[in-house]
């Protein structure tokens, strides 16, 4: 049986998909995802809200 984490899963959904870029603020309970981002090809934006992710997200939805 192969066994992996949610992190893990959703790293590999993230790739799957075709996500190339993602925003957010790490820090507690959301570490362990931030951990597998960083193995990936996947890059991160740090923001200092969420307000400045949804932003971003909402750009590039907009320009893809």
């Known amino acids: 049986m192969v066994t992996a984490t ?13 996500i190339s870029m993602v925003a957010g603020i790490p820090g507690g309970s959301i570490l362990p995802l931030y951990d597998e981002l960083a193995k990936s090809s996947i890059t991160h934006v740090l923001v200092r809200q969420e307000q400045a992710a949804g932003f971003i997200a909402q750009g590039l939805a907009r320009s893809t």
């Not at 949610?6 to 075709?18: A, R, T």
């Open 6 to 18: 949610g992190s893990q899963i959703i790293v590999k959904l993230l790739e799957q998909m075709g």
